[in-house]
């Protein structure tokens, strides 16, 4: 019994000597193979990523301070894993132009399976190509610039109507205080 103690103590120091030096490897080499193709970044951790930097508490109300050191160590584009995905971040305008632009021919747009179960099976988020588009055009006709360009314009032109039936009977306004006593009473669309 006392001889085979000693054994497995070795066996064991071993085994984590060769798996630390594995880890440190894997390290070296940003928790992955080297692939010339891809940005610039670290992948964080096997299994748990960066997840842990990224989800860390900030009383900053600009940028995430994740987001603002790997700008800062790679780039305007780099790479990461956040949500068990590996992804690419991009703060470059041109790229996410051209992103935007390709309508999900050159990159395909993701999103982590928890927003996705929150959104709901139909939602305009999971479609792609011309019924996205159809979609979307059908949102912005309720709730796009136009109509509330009207829905605005509507209310100026019964407020003006108002005031300028309140002021008809009158012989002299004083403009200043008329316009403010306007502003003040006009209903708001908000």
């Given amino acids: 019994m006392v001889?085979?103690?000693?054994?497995?103590?070795?066996?064991?120091?071993?085994?984590?000597?060769?798996?630390?030096h594995r880890l440190l490897k894997w390290k070296s080499l940003g928790w992955q193979r080297c692939d010339p193709a891809l940005p610039p970044g670290?992948?964080?951790?096997?299994?748990l990523g960066e997840?842990?930097?990224?989800?860390?508490?900030?009383?900053?109300?600009?940028?995430?301070?994740?987001?603002?050191?790997?700008?800062?160590?790679?780039?305007?584009?780099?790479k990461t894993n956040l949500v068990?995905?590996?992804?690419?971040?991009?703060?470059?305008?041109?790229?996410?132009?051209y992103v935007i632009q390709q309508d999900e021919k050159a990159f395909q747009i993701w999103y982590p399976e928890s927003f996705m179960r929150?959104?709901?099976?139909?939602?305009i988020v999971s479609t792609s190509g011309s019924l996205h588009k159809y979609m979307r055009n059908m949102v912005l006709r309720v709730f796009g610039p136009e109509k509330l360009r009207l829905l605005?314009?509507?209310?100026?032109?019964?407020?003006?109507?108002?005031?300028?039936?309140?002021w008809a009977g009158k012989q002299s306004i004083e403009l200043k205080t008329a316009s403010a006593n306007v502003q003040k009473h006009s209903p708001s669309p908000f």
Avoid: C
């Fill in 3 to 20: 001889t085979t103690t000693p054994l497995v103590v070795i066996g064991v120091t071993l085994i984590l000597a060769r798996l630390l």
């Fill in 42 to 47: 670290s992948l964080g951790l096997p299994l």
């Fill in 51 to 78: 997840k842990l930097q990224f989800f860390s508490w900030s009383s900053s109300l600009d940028m995430s301070p994740f987001f603002k050191k790997r700008l800062q160590r790679y780039g305007p584009i780099f």
């Fill in 84 to 97: 068990g995905k590996d992804q690419i971040v991009s703060f470059d305008t041109e790229l996410n132009n």
């Fill in 118 to 123: 929150i959104l709901g099976d139909n939602n």
């Fill in 152 to 166: 605005l314009l509507q209310d100026v032109h019964s407020a003006v109507n108002m005031s300028l039936a309140s």
